[in-house]
Nanobody
Framework: QEQLVESGGGLVQPGGSLRLSCAASGFPLDYRQIGWFRQAPGKDREAVACISTIDGSTYYNASAKGRFTISRDNAENTVYLQMNSLKPEDTAVYYC???????????WGQGTQVTVSS
């Protein structure tokens, strides 16, 4: 079965760190783009970061730049999102998704909750 499974969410204090994982099963992440998205209550889903497995290029939105790092482990067929200096406004459900370059995101994970609160 082809699927993406996120893990690593949780409750963290402001200024803390979390590492989210997005593990793919049933299909390789080669030649695809993998993105991390988030959706907070009452807000639209937004793209946070993405990585191309073709050339390794990355994208970060303005909020994530300088604090988050997206990376890939080829052997584990997994993409990570290292989140540092977390803020309460980072609180959201985080999803990973995959697409063929230039196409629509066609595989989505179930989401993992990240809560930043003291």
């Amino acid at each position: 079965q082809e699927q993406l499974v996120e893990s690593g969410g949780g409750l963290v204090q402001p200024g803390g760190s979390l590492r989210l994982s997005c593990a793919a099963s049933g299909f390789p992440l080669d030649y695809r783009q993998i993105g991390w998205f988030r959706q907070a209550p009452g807000k639209d889903r937004e793209a946070v970061a993405c990585i191309s497995t073709i050339d390794g290029s990355t994208y970060y939105n303005a909020s994530a730049k300088g604090r988050f790092t997206i990376s890939r482990d080829n052997a584990e067929n997994t993409v990570y999102l290292q989140m540092n200096s977390l803020k309460p406004e980072d609180t959201a459900v985080y999803y990973c998704a995959s697409r063929v370059s230039g196409g629509e995101y066609d595989y989505w994970g179930q989401g993992t909750q990240v809560t930043v609160s003291s």
